[in-house]
């Protein structure tokens, strides 16, 4: 075999090191290699169907954001006493605010539950829980976060699949990608909903031909009620440890302190 001149052998091999970093990694635990691993993303998700149109107001600007990955690295609330949780996520103000909402939107929570069978007082306790009743949703830009979240190595795949979700989201027209505020890990919606979970449980329950889980109240109520209908929920059943609709809760929330808070928040709208 004829070898190549020093020289050439020496260009060759800084050919390869300079295009080295243009290949996109599958994760990283730091910004260097974010930008051409979201190329090689938007590739991707081009090839799944994802127009250039959504690709670029969703991702065109989009950067690494080291807050997230630091928030991820801190959760805390779930380490709560069940006492600390109550106090943190559902105050007695909560609980007399709800009672009110219930009584306001008592027409809209008795179609949700003839349709779906959930309790009216378990939908305001998730609202209440989540967000405040829709008062603090975030504002955080959801593409920003979950493209941060699929490049950093911890748990990219699931977060890689919520991102696509995302896209999918705007893609069929739910929402502008200008409007996709939320949570720091992705969570939409005025009961926190995950982009997968959006799309397979959503529902467009005030009939404008779009499922906003953003803006719209009854779509928000009517989707949570969906996903615990879907999730197996038993029309009239108690939601209390020990009863049938207990495990759906856990369905909605891994946390035990959450689930407890949960079922708890909901009695007492309920009395």
Same mark, same amino acid.
């Given at each position: 075999?004829?070898?190549? #001149?020093?020289?050439?052998?020496?260009?060759?091999?800084?050919?390869?090191?300079?295009?080295? #970093?243009?290949?996109?990694?599958?994760?990283?635990?730091? $910004?260097?290699?974010?930008?051409?691993?979201?190329?090689?993303?938007?590739?991707?998700?081009?090839?799944?169907?994802?127009?250039?149109?959504?690709?670029?107001?969703?991702?065109?600007?989009?950067?690494?954001? #080291?807050?997230?990955?630091?928030?991820?690295?801190?959760?805390? $609330?779930?380490?709560? $006493?069940?006492?600390?949780?109550?106090?943190?996520?559902?105050?007695?103000?909560?609980?007399?605010?709800?009672?009110?909402?219930?009584?306001?939107?008592?027409?809209? =929570?008795?179609?949700?539950?003839?349709?779906?069978?959930?309790?009216?007082?378990? =939908?305001?306790?998730?609202?209440?829980?989540?967000?405040?009743?829709?008062?603090?949703?975030?504002?955080?830009?959801?593409?920003?976060?979950?493209?941060?979240?699929?490049?950093?190595?911890?748990?990219?795949?699931?977060?890689?699949?919520?991102?696509?979700?995302?896209?999918?989201?705007?893609?069929?027209?739910?929402?502008?990608?200008?409007?996709?505020?939320?949570?720091?890990?992705?969570?939409?919606?005025?009961?926190?909903? =995950?982009?997968?979970?959006?799309?397979?449980?959503?529902?467009?329950?005030?009939?404008?031909?779009?499922?906003?889980?953003?803006?719209?109240?009854?779509?928000?109520?009517?989707?949570?009620?969906?996903?615990?209908?879907?999730?197996?929920?038993?029309?009239?059943?108690?939601?209390?440890?020990?009863? #049938?609709?207990?495990?759906?809760?856990?369905?909605?929330?891994?946390?035990?302190?959450?689930?407890?808070? =949960?079922?708890?928040?909901?009695?007492?709208?309920?009395?």
């Amino acid at each position: 075999m004829k070898r190549l #001149p020093l020289f050439r052998a020496a260009l060759a091999a800084a050919a390869i090191s300079f295009a080295a #970093p243009a290949l996109a990694q599958s994760c990283g635990n730091s $910004s260097a290699g974010f930008q051409p691993w979201l190329e090689n993303f938007k590739s991707q998700a081009a090839a799944s169907g994802i127009s250039q149109e959504t690709l670029q107001t969703a991702l065109g600007n989009v950067t690494y954001d #080291p807050k997230v990955i630091s928030l991820d690295r801190n959760q805390k $609330s779930f380490k709560l $006493s069940l006492d600390a949780f109550m106090e943190r996520r559902a105050p007695a103000s909560f609980v007399k605010k709800g009672k009110g909402i219930i009584a306001q939107n008592r027409d809209l =929570l008795n179609r949700i539950e003839q349709r779906y069978g959930v309790q009216k007082e378990i =939908l305001v306790a998730i609202w209440g829980m989540e967000t405040g009743f829709g008062a603090n949703s975030g504002n955080m830009n959801i593409f920003r976060s979950l493209a941060t979240l699929s490049y950093d190595c911890r748990r990219s795949d699931f977060f890689t699949e919520e991102l696509m979700a995302a896209l999918q989201i705007v893609n069929r027209g739910d929402k502008r990608a200008a409007d996709m505020k939320g949570a720091w890990a992705g969570e939409i919606g005025q009961t926190q909903f =995950l982009a997968k979970n959006y799309l397979r449980y959503a529902v467009d329950f005030d009939g404008d031909g779009r499922r906003d889980l953003i803006r719209s109240k009854a779509d928000v109520l009517a989707s949570t009620a969906n996903f615990l209908k879907q999730h197996g929920w038993i029309a009239g059943a108690g939601y209390n440890p020990g009863e #049938p609709n207990f495990a759906r809760l856990v369905d909605w929330n891994r946390a035990t302190v959450y689930q407890q808070g =949960l079922a708890l928040f909901a009695t007492k709208l309920a009395n």
